[in-house]
């Protein structure tokens, strides 16, 4: 589900796991960071920056984690390709479609937990609140490709 495309970058909501709302992934063709041109890297500030300002004023976001690891290409041994993860970050909770979200690892590496089902943030939204969330991210968009 894209929020955004250009010649450069693809802005895609993560609607098969929301566990921290707002969650997206600023994806390029390109296969290593140095493959990028100084305006790809100008676009990508823009596109990180517009996900903060959507992220602050639809959900308050505190904070945002922002990660390129390209780890599982390598591993898995297929091709890699320079992607972002854009996490908000929530200090306090989040009232949204009648639910309490609780960031319960604030201030932590938002991975530290993933592989611990005891531990892990878990996700509260249904199907069809991740399309809401979506949507209301998509109609709060404001660049244009």
């Not at 796991?17 to 960071?33: A, H, Y």
């Not at 676009?43 to 903060?52: D, F, I, R, S």
């Not at 390709?81 to 989040?94: A, E, G, I, Q, T």
């Amino acid at each position: 589900m894209n929020l955004y495309k250009s010649k450069n970058w693809e802005v895609v909501f993560v609607n098969w796991c929301q566990e921290f709302p707002g969650d997206c992934i600023i994806s390029s063709n390109k296969e290593t960071l140095s493959d990028l041109t100084q305006e790809e890297w100008a676009e990508l500030g823009m596109l990180e920056k517009e996900l903060e300002r959507i992220s602050k004023k639809l959900f308050n976001a505190t904070m945002f984690n922002f990660a390129c690891l390209m780890n599982n290409a390598y591993r898995d041994g297929e091709k890699s390709h320079v992607h972002y993860h854009f996490v908000p970050r929530y200090k306090s909770d989040l009232k949204l479609f009648n639910k309490i979200y609780e960031d319960k690892h604030f201030g932590y590496n938002f991975w530290k937990w993933a592989n611990s089902r005891f531990k892990s943030q878990k996700d509260i939204f249904t199907k069809e609140e991740k399309l809401q969330i979506y949507k209301m991210m998509k109609d709060e968009w404001s660049i244009n490709a």
